[in-house]
């Protein structure tokens, strides 16, 4: 099982290659340039902001986790236990993110996941870790994986940008044929995916940041 590459997914010669891959690449770098690199550092905060970002907007999401990243002052476990129920409502997290939050801080506090050496194992088996801690599903451990080791050929089916955008530049529609057309973009489907959002958050005039 090969191990995750460390090379940026954002470089030139990879963003050559995806442009002659499929003209929707093409399209999109004339129109917007090429997609940001989009890399956040290892580890328990960015993990915990994936967390706080699922099924919310990218605007909820940062504003929720600023007001928590503020309010605790050093974002750690440690400190995510001492907080109360009222706390993470007052700081806008859901009941339900708490819990993962709480669960996510458990796991590093008991050994059960060391998320500094993640990198050194091989993809499958970083999914099978970050997946045994509940909250954290394929979406949060495609995004971590992506984001944060810089894994170079992930494809999130689940991320509702990815799919609106392949079916508003293709003609391709289902489920599994959208699947089936990322294939053609092995093994750079991660940098197929900046482009993607790239071209979803452009037109929108959003930002990750």
């Known amino acids: 099982m090969k191990k995750i590459n460390i090379k940026n997914i954002v470089n030139t010669a990879s963003i050559n290659q995806l442009r002659k891959t499929d003209k929707i690449f093409e399209l999109i770098y004339s129109k ?6 989009w890399s956040r550092p290892e580890g328990f905060v960015s993990l915990s902001q994936f967390i706080i ?4 907007s990218l ?4 504003a929720h986790f600023v007001k928590l990243n503020d309010y605790l002052g050093d974002f750690s476990p440690v400190n995510i236990l001492k907080l109360t129920d009222k706390e993470m409502r007052d700081c806008q997290i859901s009941r339900q993110k708490a819990n993962y939050l709480r669960g996510l801080s458990s796991a590093i506090l008991n050994g059960d996941i060391d998320l500094e050496n993640l990198s050194e194992l091989p993809e499958t088996d970083i999914r099978t870790k970050l997946k045994s801690i509940k909250g954290i599903g394929d979406w949060t451990t495609d995004v971590y994986l992506m984001f944060c080791l810089q894994s170079k050929d992930i494809f ?3 991320d509702i940008a990815v799919v609106n955008t392949i079916k508003e ?8 044929g959208i699947i089936l057309l990322a294939e053609n973009w092995k093994p750079l489907r991660s940098l197929a995916v900046y482009f993607l959002w790239h071209y979803y958050l452009s ?6 940041e």
Do not use: E, M
């Not at 917007?32 to 690199?37: E, F, I, K, S, V």
């Not at 605007?59 to 940062?62: G, L, V």
């Not at 037109?203 to 990750?208: G, I, L, Q, V």
């Open 203 to 208: 037109k929108r005039n959003r930002s990750f």
């Open 59 to 62: 605007a909820s999401a940062k």
């Open 156 to 158: 999130p089916i689940g």
């Open 32 to 37: 917007y340039g090429a997609p940001p690199d």
């Open 53 to 56: 970002g699922q099924q919310v």
């Open 169 to 176: 530049l293709t003609d391709v529609k289902t489920r599994s």
